[in-house]
C-alpha cells in the first residue's frame, strides 16, 4: 500500500459505511446558442476591446494584408523576421519574411517581437480564444513568450457559450484559454501588462465569405 492509498483508506474508515451517496451532477446548462453568426462575431469582438485586445475584421481574401496591417500598427518598423508563426499556420496568411517555429528552445521565443497562430474555438459569451497546441495554434510557449500575440479566428470558429466550446475540443489537448492581453494588478489595484504572457493581443477576425 502506497501513502495515497493509506490516506484513502483513513478517509473511508473515518466517514464510515453510511456516508452519503454523491449526487449525479446536473448536466442541463445550454449547449447551443440561438444568436446568429453574425451577433456572435459582434459579442466576440465586444468582449475582446473590453478585454483591452484590438480586433480587425476582415473578408478571406484579405487576411494577410490584415495580418500585416495589425503587426505594422503594433511594431512600428520592426522588421519581418522578428515575428513567428505557428507550423500550421497557412502560407497565404503568413506575414513576408517571417519565420516558423522549428521547435527551437522556448527561451529563443522571447527575442521574437511577435507570434502569428490560428485558434481552434473562440468563445463569444467570455471573449475567449482557445489555442490546443496543434500545428495550426503551435505549442504553448508561442503564444506566451513573444511580447505582442497575433491570433487569427474563422467565423466558423466562433462559438456562443463555454460548454459549446468545450464539446469542440479534444479532451486531453494542451488547452491555452486566451481572455485579453496578460495583465494583472498589485496590491494597489495598479493594472500591470504583459507580466505572464503578451502585453499586446491582436485579433484577426476573419467573417464568413
Known amino acids: 500500500m502506497n501513502a495515497r492509498e493509506e490516506i484513502l483508506g483513513r478517509i473511508r474508515t473515518a466517514l464510515g459505511e453510511d456516508r452519503a451517496a454523491v449526487p449525479e451532477t446536473a448536466r442541463d446548462y445550454r449547449t447551443t446558442d440561438e444568436r446568429s453568426d453574425a451577433e456572435l462575431l459582434d459579442v466576440l469582438t465586444d468582449r475582446l476591446e473590453d478585454y483591452k485586445a484590438?480586433?480587425?475584421?476582415?473578408?478571406?481574401?484579405?487576411?494577410?494584408?490584415?495580418?500585416?496591417?495589425?503587426?505594422?500598427a503594433a511594431l512600428g518598423e520592426h522588421a519581418p523576421a522578428d515575428v513567428v508563426v505557428a507550423p500550421g499556420l497557412p502560407a497565404d496568411r503568413r506575414p513576408e519574411g517571417s519565420v516558423q517555429d522549428d521547435g527551437r528552445p522556448a527561451v529563443?521565443?522571447?527575442?521574437?517581437?511577435?507570434?502569428?497562430?490560428?485558434?481552434?474555438?473562440?468563445?463569444?459569451?467570455?471573449?475567449?480564444?482557445?489555442?490546443d497546441g496543434?500545428?495550426?495554434?503551435?505549442?504553448?510557449?508561442?503564444?506566451?513568450?513573444?511580447?505582442?500575440?497575433?491570433?487569427i479566428v474563422e467565423a466558423?470558429?466562433?462559438?456562443?457559450?463555454?460548454?459549446?466550446?468545450?464539446?469542440?475540443?479534444?479532451?486531453?489537448?494542451?488547452?491555452?484559454?486566451?481572455?485579453?492581453?496578460?495583465?494583472?494588478?498589485d496590491i494597489e489595484l495598479q493594472?500591470?501588462?504583459?507580466?505572464?504572457?503578451?502585453?499586446?493581443?491582436?485579433?484577426?477576425?476573419?467573417?464568413?465569405?
Do not use: F, N, W
Not at 484590438?54 to 505594422?72: E, I, S, Y
Not at 490560428?118 to 489555442?131: C, D, M, Q, R, Y
Open 134 to 151: 496543434s500545428p495550426l495554434c503551435g505549442r504553448r510557449a508561442l503564444s506566451l513568450l513573444p511580447d505582442c500575440l497575433v491570433c
Open 54 to 72: 484590438t480586433v480587425v475584421r476582415c473578408a478571406p481574401p484579405d487576411v494577410a494584408a490584415a495580418v500585416a496591417g495589425a503587426l505594422h
Open 191 to 209: 493594472r500591470v501588462e504583459g507580466v505572464h504572457g503578451p502585453r499586446t493581443l491582436l485579433v484577426v477576425l476573419v467573417d464568413a465569405g
Open 156 to 185: 466558423g470558429q466562433v462559438v456562443g457559450g463555454v460548454p459549446e466550446g468545450l464539446a469542440r475540443l479534444e479532451k486531453t489537448a494542451p488547452l491555452t484559454m486566451i481572455s485579453g492581453p496578460s495583465a494583472t494588478s
Open 108 to 131: 529563443a521565443l522571447a527575442d521574437y517581437a511577435a507570434s502569428v497562430t490560428g485558434v481552434s474555438v473562440a468563445i463569444a459569451e467570455t471573449g475567449t480564444l482557445v489555442l
